[in-house]
């Protein structure tokens, strides 16, 4: 192939590649647009740029949703969330990889079955165990859920990272008279930041977007999230869509704003990980 017809091939594959990003452009577009315009100029010209910019459909929005209650009732289950899962996880994934015997081994394919099936099958169990045990209606029962929905990938993940420290550092520690526990603490946690911060982007993306389970535990309107604020503002038998999206930005900037930020953490922990492990 001469140097021409690489070039024709090269530009070839561009021209696709920025159609199929205007593709993917168009529907943020209009989610943008029509925050700005009125109900009879976003139904009369959907695509259109507006006569009048206009944000009362943001304030609106904020208004109708209690934005400032919500966003936090978001963050404290997210945080939590994320924590409790790292903590739980690289636990369990340092003695998975530094124990390799045949039970924790049982243990490990037992626990990644927890990929492969969604805990949507087990909710009448799920909520009747929660109602047993009184945290319906708790932020409890939805951070609990989500660690343990969470847990199995970052087992998987954070496992395959472990195998790329070098145990004679946990070695040397075990010699200097430090226990597990401590050279866990001091030795191999500090050395898996880059896969921690991976695995703390994707959790915290998993549970600031979980619509499911706060539908189902969270009954009380103060305890709502942003998206269960979203949901409640459809209406039966139609939707004013300028007061729909201006709520829609509001509860996906922050995440947009949290992923462009820490974006090339996730590429980086994730190759890490799979290529060493």
Same mark, same amino acid.
């Given at each position: 192939?001469?140097?021409?017809?690489?070039?024709?091939?090269?530009?070839?594959?561009?021209?696709?590649?920025?159609?199929?990003?205007?593709?993917?452009?168009?529907?943020?577009?209009?989610?943008?647009?029509?925050?700005?315009?009125?109900?009879?100029?976003?139904?009369?010209?959907?695509?259109?740029?507006? @006569?009048?910019?206009?944000?009362?459909?943001?304030?609106?929005?904020?208004?109708?949703?209690?934005?400032?209650?919500?966003?936090?009732?978001?963050?404290?289950?997210?945080?939590?969330?994320?924590?409790?899962?790292?903590?739980?996880?690289?636990?369990?994934?340092?003695?998975?990889?530094?124990?390799?015997?045949?039970?924790?081994?049982?243990?490990?394919?037992?626990?990644?079955?927890?990929?492969?099936?969604?805990?949507?099958?087990?909710?009448?169990?799920?909520?009747?165990?929660?109602?047993?045990?009184?945290?319906?209606?708790?932020?409890?029962?939805?951070?609990?859920?989500?660690?343990?929905?969470?847990?199995?990938?970052?087992?998987?993940?954070?496992? @395959?990272?472990?195998?790329?420290?070098?145990?004679?550092?946990?070695?040397?520690?075990?010699?200097?008279?430090?226990?597990?526990?401590?050279?866990?603490?001091?030795?191999?946690?500090?050395?898996?930041?880059?896969?921690?911060?991976?695995?703390?982007?994707?959790?915290?993306?998993?549970?600031?977007?979980?619509?499911?389970?706060?539908?189902?535990?969270?009954?009380?309107?103060?305890?709502?999230?942003?998206?269960?604020?979203?949901?409640?503002?459809?209406?039966?038998?139609?939707?004013?869509?300028?007061?729909?999206?201006?709520?829609?930005?509001?509860?996906?900037?922050?995440?947009?704003?949290?992923?462009?930020?820490?974006?090339?953490?996730?590429?980086?922990?994730?190759?890490?990980?799979?290529?060493?492990?």
């Amino acid at each position: 192939m001469n140097t021409l017809s690489a070039r024709r091939i090269n530009i070839a594959l561009e021209v696709i590649m920025l159609l199929l990003a205007a593709v993917m452009v168009v529907p943020i577009y209009y989610l943008l647009v029509t925050t700005l315009k009125t109900s009879a100029e976003a139904a009369l010209h959907p695509l259109a740029l507006p @006569n009048h910019f206009m944000i009362s459909g943001y304030i609106k929005a904020w208004q109708t949703m209690n934005y400032p209650r919500v966003f936090m009732n978001n963050v404290l289950i997210t945080v939590t969330s994320v924590v409790g899962v790292i903590l739980l996880a690289s636990l369990a994934a340092y003695t998975f990889a530094r124990r390799p015997n045949r039970i924790n081994q049982i243990l490990f394919y037992f626990i990644l079955i927890g990929v492969t099936i969604p805990f949507q099958v087990a909710t009448i169990p799920l909520f009747k165990l929660m109602k047993s045990f009184g945290l319906v209606d708790t932020f409890s029962a939805v951070i609990l859920v989500n660690i343990f929905t969470m847990i199995s990938f970052n087992v998987f993940l954070i496992k @395959n990272f472990i195998a790329t420290v070098p145990i004679e550092l946990e070695e040397s520690a075990s010699i200097d008279g430090c226990g597990v526990f401590g050279t866990f603490r001091r030795i191999t946690f500090p050395l898996l930041l880059p896969v921690i911060a991976t695995v703390g982007i994707l959790d915290s993306l998993t549970a600031w977007n979980d619509f499911y389970t706060p539908l189902l535990f969270l009954q009380s309107r103060e305890k709502g999230v942003i998206l269960l604020e979203v949901f409640r503002n459809i209406g039966q038998f139609s939707t004013d869509w300028t007061s729909f999206f201006p709520m829609l930005v509001l509860g996906i900037a922050p995440l947009l704003l949290f992923y462009l930020f820490m974006q090339r953490y996730i590429i980086s922990g994730i190759v890490t990980g799979a290529v060493k492990g």
